[in-house]
């Protein structure tokens, strides 16, 4: 894609690919929009949307994909043009969730892209932290997934993503973020050498147990959601392991995205951003349109490198 394309042009083009309503309906400033680092956009008119509310999140299923299940550990479901350029959305639910800006980076770069995540299950030589069956399940599903890498080897380019806080079992007296470190380094070097690039996207900020309560009664009080309900930027993102143990990898391009730019301010992170509500649930997940207006983003950086 010429980085060139990348201006205020390109990402109005993106952005009618990322909802499922006309372009024209979404309205300026919409969603992620409001928070690009590059292009600052402000719409009063957004000043108390929350869309969709608390209660209607949850219910909003993540985008349709051709599933097929591969082994009894691990299934793919693939989305993005038939014939586009072979590339595997890998991680735990941080990085299903992604799969809405992905579908809109498929559509703009031509990937056939290749979800093989499963909630709770990270990339990784370390134990799960999480009861049955994630002590047994990971482990198959992690060789699981090299086992399928390497029998597509058309499949040069990796992205990946994951809970930055997944619990794992660390020896005694051992650090859980290095141990973590560690262990996704150890893994992401055993990756077949035919996946030449890893595009690894920085876990989402999350949000506290009363979040949404909070909003809710933002919402009741006709009062702007987003900043009555914000939190410390410092607690809602903690450091991602995932990136640290990206930064790494030697054998191969390594590219990390972090978009929390479009979550967050230099001080806190917003629940509501462009009229658009930014997590699913507590388990802060984002929501489906959210991640939509985090597509064309996703995709310039992914293109620029930037």
Known sequence: MDRACWGRLCLAVLAAVLVAAPAHAAPACFGAAARDPRHPCK??????TVTPTPDQAPLIPNIDCEKVEVTAAMATCAFG???????ALIGDSHAQHWRPAVGVVAHALHWRVFDITVPHCLLTTTPSGIGPPFPTLCPQWDADVLAWLTAHPEIRTVV????ALQPITAPAGASRYETRVSGESERLAQLPASVTSLIV??????????????VRAAMARRVPAGKACALARKFALPRDPLVA??????????????LSDHFCNARVCFPVVGGVL???????????LFARTLGPYLARAISSGA
């Open 43 to 48: 719409n009063p008119a957004l000043r108390l």
């Open 278 to 288: 930014v997590h699913r649930d507590v388990d802060s997940h984002i929501t489906k």
């Open 81 to 87: 043009p038939a014939d586009g350029e072979s590339v």
């Open 245 to 258: 143990a990206a930064r790494l990898q030697t054998a191969r391009a390594v590219r990390v995205v972090d």
């Open 201 to 214: 996207i920085r876990d989402t900020p999350r949000i506290r147990l009363r979040t949404h309560d909070c």
């Open 160 to 163: 990946l993503s994951a809970n």
